[in-house]
């Protein structure tokens, strides 16, 4: 989850696109996982693998399309990305048929642990440790390498980092191919925890969306933040009142952009 | 308020593929033009039938969750309509196919475009219980003869029956009555916890169950594990809501993804191996879910279903590799049986009439009185539900050396009908 919101969060952040093909790339990360098990049977070649791919088809589409429609307001954004939203999912329909697919867990982490007494999947704390490797790598970048000063340069004012010499329209397509990337791995990691089927963008993006506009846009710690308290909030609204889960989740959303507009750690706008 | 909010989602992305959808049946309209064109049905030759074209509106979901169990019962139907020639009562039979989608909304446009727009003589159909239901009232009311295909919604047989609506599915509360009876009095096993997707079908599957479950001495052990539907979170909290110190088993109804997501989870964590019994509606551990978990296939879970992959019978393993022939090795699903049956139902009333549907009380009196070996057993209607009455097979979940992860039948309830009146 956060792997996706933070690929989400630097999209719309950086480059104030508002990127609803995210679920996309998740999806297609999956079904490339699921692709690459069946023949190879390696669940760690399809975690390479999905997001390098996805990361060319990122680039590809940036370069093509999605370049275009910077200037002209997120509507157009919303509709050129959306207009891809469903062609992946035809895509894949047509590819792979809408059965609902699944792969397993890599071997050596299948079954369950004991931790403090209670029982755990062995893989869900494999997503966890992922996602935590990530995210303190994704932190560190962010704030002490180079490339992290530039796009926080181009997140805080394009213009200026422009004329400082900074090649902006590269640094859009390389941060839009690596949002694209931490999609597809979000997409690998998930595959053998959730089921594999068209229309789990969908279900996802919209997480994805709340996440980050909890966290605040543009911000790798909010979407860190923000990914932490929907998860919290999803699993204790499942199990206290499970028809009210996603309720909830809004519910929050909507008190944090009544106290805080921007995001709990957002730009002020 | 969840499905409140879901449901907008879902309508939100319907809207959108409004416009695909109308392309599409705009080519399916003018792939049937251009058939009807060439000179009809290649089958039927020079001796084909001379009477009117006898159009049925075939009302599925194409699109959405539920696209695949559209895909198979259309299939199904395909392949009966195709070993008839497509005729029947000297007329030519024609599909004219709408896409039900997920949301009543579409499914009542899809209805009436087939009825008001094309003109047919005939409906059948419809995947989700809500979508059978709300269609009912307009169908009763235009008196357009209809076969429910899948939709297993109770009050289809009782309160909401209609004189024009059969059903050649399966109501809920089938597949999980004898089940009840099964675990408490065959298998001993007294104290279960319910597990369910909380929606109309998961409700109603438990509350059958219940019924003769604890009619039979067994007790319920609280609290039920009611999971969201569709849940697209995590599974952990559910499975591990499972008490499994204080019972002998769980009853389960799941479907589709949910099953899928669920039964993976809890292999994982080890929760069903350490349970003296798994049960559930067959929904739970079918083709389409065991191909998709594998080995995480719950071995030796009990549930009852109106037919199995693995039904010895003539008729049934026929269907089977014929299915399998026609549509490139697919495996054949208890949908495509579904499909197939209605279509049989169609074929034999229209024969029955000699093809003549104008007295809609006949041709209705001919559809109640159809009666046949199918795929899953005896089939044939019950005159107080409009519901089918077959049999109910008890199978178990195992791996076979030859088809994988299926169920084996290993008891069965022969002629059970829905208690409506």
């Given at each position: 989850?956060?792997?996706?919101?933070?690929?989400?969060?630097?999209?719309?952040?950086?480059?104030?696109?508002?990127?609803?093909?995210?679920?996309?790339?998740?999806?297609?990360?999956?079904?490339?996982?699921?692709?690459?098990?069946?023949?190879?049977?390696?669940?760690?070649?399809?975690?390479?693998?999905?997001?390098?791919?996805?990361?060319?088809?990122?680039?590809?589409?940036?370069?093509?399309?999605?370049?275009?429609?910077?200037?002209?307001?997120?509507?157009?954004?919303?509709?050129?990305?959306?207009?891809?939203?469903?062609?992946?999912?035809?895509?894949?329909?047509?590819?792979?048929?809408?059965?609902?697919?699944?792969?397993?867990?890599?071997?050596?982490?299948?079954?369950?642990?004991?931790?403090?007494?209670?029982?755990?999947?062995?893989?869900?704390?494999?997503?966890?440790?992922?996602?935590?490797?990530?995210?303190?790598?994704?932190?560190?970048?962010?704030?002490?390498?180079?490339?992290?000063?530039?796009?926080?340069?181009?997140?805080?004012?394009?213009?200026?980092?422009?004329?400082?010499?900074?090649?902006?329209?590269?640094?859009?397509?390389?941060?839009?191919?690596?949002?694209?990337?931490?999609?597809?791995?979000?997409?690998?990691?998930?595959?053998?925890?959730?089921?594999?089927?068209?229309?789990?963008?969908?279900?996802?993006?919209?997480?994805?969306?709340?996440?980050?506009?909890?966290?605040?846009?543009?911000?790798?710690?909010?979407?860190?933040?923000?990914?932490?308290?929907?998860?919290?909030?999803?699993?204790?609204?499942?199990?206290?009142?499970?028809?009210?889960?996603?309720g909830l989740i809004f519910a929050l959303m909507a008190a944090v952009l009544v106290v805080r507009p921007s995001g709990l750690l957002g730009r002020r706008m | 308020?969840?499905?409140?909010?879901?449901?907008?989602?879902?309508?939100?992305?319907?809207?959108?593929?409004?416009?695909?959808?109308?392309?599409?049946?705009?080519?399916?309209?003018?792939?049937?033009?251009?058939?009807?064109?060439?000179?009809?049905?290649?089958?039927?030759?020079?001796?084909?039938?001379?009477?009117?074209?006898?159009?049925?509106?075939?009302?599925?979901?194409?699109?959405?969750?539920?696209?695949?169990?559209?895909?198979?019962?259309?299939?199904?139907?395909?392949?009966?309509?195709?070993?008839?020639?497509?005729?029947?009562?000297?007329?030519?039979?024609?599909?004219?196919?709408?896409?039900?989608?997920?949301?009543?909304?579409?499914?009542?446009?899809?209805?009436?475009?087939?009825?008001?727009?094309?003109?047919?003589?005939?409906?059948?159909?419809?995947?989700?219980?809500?979508?059978?239901?709300?269609?009912?009232?307009?169908?009763?009311?235009?008196?357009?003869?209809?076969?429910?295909?899948?939709?297993?919604?109770?009050?289809?047989?009782?309160?909401?029956?209609?004189?024009?609506?059969?059903?050649?599915?399966?109501?809920?509360?089938?597949?999980?009555?004898?089940?009840?009876?099964?675990?408490?009095?065959?298998?001993?096993?007294?104290?279960?916890?319910?597990?369910?997707?909380?929606?109309?079908?998961?409700?109603?599957?438990?509350?059958?169950?219940?019924?003769?479950?604890?009619?039979?001495?067994?007790?319920i052990v609280g609290p039920d594990v009611a999971t969201p539907f569709p849940n697209n979170g995590d599974q952990t909290p559910f499975v591990q809501a499972i008490?499994?110190?204080?019972?002998?088993?769980?009853?389960?109804?799941?479907?589709?993804?949910?099953?899928?997501?669920?039964?993976?989870?809890?292999?994982?964590?080890?929760?069903?191996?350490?349970?003296?019994?798994?049960?559930?509606?067959?929904?739970?551990?079918?083709?389409?879910?065991?191909?998709?978990?594998?080995?995480?296939?719950?071995?030796?879970?009990?549930?009852?279903?109106?037919?199995?992959?693995?039904?010895?019978?003539?008729?049934?393993?026929?269907?089977?590799?014929?299915?399998?022939?026609?549509?490139?090795?697919?495996?054949?699903?208890?949908?495509?049986?579904?499909?197939?049956?209605?279509?049989?139902?169609?074929?034999?009333?229209?024969?029955?009439?000699?093809?003549?549907?104008?007295?809609?009380?006949?041709?209705?009196?001919?559809?109640?009185?159809?009666?046949?070996?199918?795929?899953?057993?005896?089939?044939?209607?019950?005159?107080?539900?409009?519901?089918?009455?077959?049999?109910?097979?008890?199978?178990?979940?195992?791996?076979?050396?030859?088809?994988?992860?299926?169920?084996?039948?290993?008891?069965?309830?022969?002629?059970?009908?829905?208690?409506?009146?």
């Amino acid at each position: 989850m956060f792997l996706l919101a933070a690929g989400l969060s630097i999209i719309f952040g950086l480059m104030n696109v508002l990127n609803l093909a995210h679920g996309s790339f998740y999806m297609v990360g999956a079904y490339i996982a699921y692709s690459v098990v069946v023949a190879t049977k390696s669940f760690w070649l399809a975690l390479v693998v999905a997001p390098v791919l996805l990361a060319v088809v990122g680039a590809a589409l940036e370069l093509v399309f999605f370049r275009r429609v910077y200037g002209r307001g997120h509507l157009a954004q919303v509709l050129l990305t959306f207009g891809f939203t469903l062609v992946f999912v035809d895509l894949i329909r047509s590819q792979f048929g809408p059965t609902t697919r699944s792969i397993p867990p890599p071997s050596g982490l299948e079954g369950a642990v004991q931790v403090l007494g209670a029982t755990f999947s062995a893989y869900s704390l494999f997503v966890l440790a992922v996602a935590t490797v990530v995210g303190a790598l994704l932190l560190v970048g962010w704030r002490s390498l180079r490339v992290g000063a530039v796009l926080r340069a181009g997140v805080e004012d394009k213009e200026m980092a422009g004329l400082l010499g900074i090649n902006l329209p590269r640094v859009f397509t390389l941060t839009f191919a690596f949002g694209a990337g931490l999609a597809g791995l979000a997409g690998v990691i998930a595959a053998p925890e959730f089921a594999i089927y068209p229309g789990m963008d969908a279900n996802v993006l919209i997480l994805a969306l709340v996440v980050v506009v909890l966290g605040g846009l543009g911000s790798i710690e909010g979407a860190l933040l923000g990914a932490a308290l929907v998860g919290l909030g999803y699993v204790i609204g499942t199990s206290l009142f499970p028809q009210f889960a996603i309720g909830l989740i809004f519910a929050l959303m909507a008190a944090v952009l009544v106290v805080r507009p921007s995001g709990l750690l957002g730009r002020r706008m | 308020m969840a499905d409140e909010i879901q449901g907008y989602l879902d309508r939100k992305l319907v809207e959108n593929l409004d416009r695909r959808e109308f392309l599409q049946m705009g080519l399916t309209v003018a792939g049937a033009a251009a058939f009807v064109a060439c000179g009809g049905s290649p089958t039927s030759g020079p001796s084909g039938p001379t009477g009117p074209e006898f159009k049925l509106g075939v009302v599925l979901p194409y699109s959405g969750v539920y696209a695949e169990l559209g895909n198979s019962i259309t299939n199904g139907m395909r392949m009966y309509f195709d070993s008839v020639g497509n005729q029947a009562g000297n007329r030519k039979i024609t599909m004219i196919t709408a896409d039900e989608q997920v949301q009543l909304a579409d499914a009542v446009a899809a209805t009436k475009k087939v009825v008001e727009q094309d003109g047919v003589d005939m409906v059948a159909g419809y995947v989700s219980s809500p979508n059978a239901a709300g269609n009912r009232n307009y169908l009763d009311g235009q008196k357009i003869p209809t076969l429910v295909a899948n939709a297993g919604v109770n009050s289809l047989s009782r309160a909401a029956k209609s004189p024009f609506i059969y059903r050649t599915s399966f109501s809920n509360w089938q597949p999980a009555h004898p089940v009840g009876t099964y675990v408490a009095e065959k298998l001993g096993k007294k104290r279960i916890q319910l597990v369910y997707a909380k929606y109309g079908a998961g409700l109603e599957s438990v509350a059958s169950f219940k019924e003769t479950f604890t009619a039979a001495g067994g007790t319920i052990v609280g609290p039920d594990v009611a999971t969201p539907f569709p849940n697209n979170g995590d599974q952990t909290p559910f499975v591990q809501a499972i008490q499994i110190d204080k019972i002998d088993g769980i009853y389960s109804f799941m479907s589709g993804t949910d099953a899928v997501t669920f039964l993976k989870k809890a292999y994982e964590l080890g929760t069903l191996t350490r349970l003296a019994l798994v049960s559930g509606a067959g929904f739970f551990v079918e083709q389409d879910v065991l191909a998709a978990i594998t080995d995480a296939a719950p071995a030796g879970a009990i549930t009852g279903l109106h037919w199995a992959l693995t039904l010895p019978n003539k008729e049934n393993q026929d269907f089977i590799s014929k299915y399998s022939k026609k549509f490139s090795g697919r495996q054949a699903d208890v949908f495509a049986v579904q499909g197939f049956d209605t279509a049989r139902v169609i074929v034999e009333a229209l024969n029955g009439v000699k093809g003549n549907t104008d007295n809609k009380d006949a041709f209705m009196k001919a559809i109640a009185g159809v009666s046949f070996k199918s795929p899953r057993g005896d089939f044939k209607f019950d005159a107080n539900t409009n519901n089918v009455v077959q049999t109910i097979y008890i199978r178990k979940t195992v791996k076979d050396p030859k088809l994988g992860w299926t169920n084996q039948v290993i008891d069965q309830y022969p002629g059970v009908a829905d208690p409506g009146k």
